[in-house]
């Protein structure tokens, strides 16, 4: 399965972008996706993730603003991210299909461990 990225870019604070990632594959119709980030000096996070439940994490910091969709006849994962500060500034991965450890040691969606396929990654860089 290969993951891709596309979307990032520089933006003002207050402003907005989409990401989108596109699959090899058939793999977003249903659950075990996920957007992270990733800022300098800092771990990986989870910033939003569909789980075997069906329902969707937000990571505190980006509830109501970051959105996350798919278009499954495409392919594509979506991350609709409004109004953005300088915090968002990191790289964004977009992940898919649930780990092992996700179903043998119960972890969250948003764990980086919980998922085994990552794309490249793309920028997203706030300027205030």
């Known amino acids: 399965v290969q993951l891709v990225e596309s979307g990032g870019g520089s933006v003002q604070s207050g402003g907005s972008l989409r990401l989108s990632c596109a699959a090899s594959?058939?793999?977003?119709?249903?659950?075990?996706v996920g957007w992270f980030r990733q800022a300098p000096g800092k771990e990986r996070e989870g910033v939003v993730g569909?789980?075997?439940?069906?329902?969707?994490s937000y990571a505190d910091s980006v509830k109501g603003r970051f959105t996350i969709s798919r278009d499954n006849a495409k392919k594509t994962l979506y991350l609709q991210m409004n109004s953005l500060n300088s915090e968002d500034t990191a790289m964004y991965y977009c992940?898919?299909?649930?780990?092992?450890?996700?179903?043998?040691?119960?972890?969250?969606?948003?764990?980086?461990?919980?998922?085994?396929?990552w794309g490249q990654g793309t920028q997203v860089t706030v300027s205030s």
């Open positions: 992940a898919a299909d649930c780990s092992l450890s996700y179903y043998n040691e119960g972890l969250g969606i948003r764990d980086p461990r919980s998922l085994q396929f």
């Open positions: 594959q058939y793999i977003f119709s249903r659950y075990c």
């Open positions: 569909i789980g075997i439940d069906g329902s969707e």
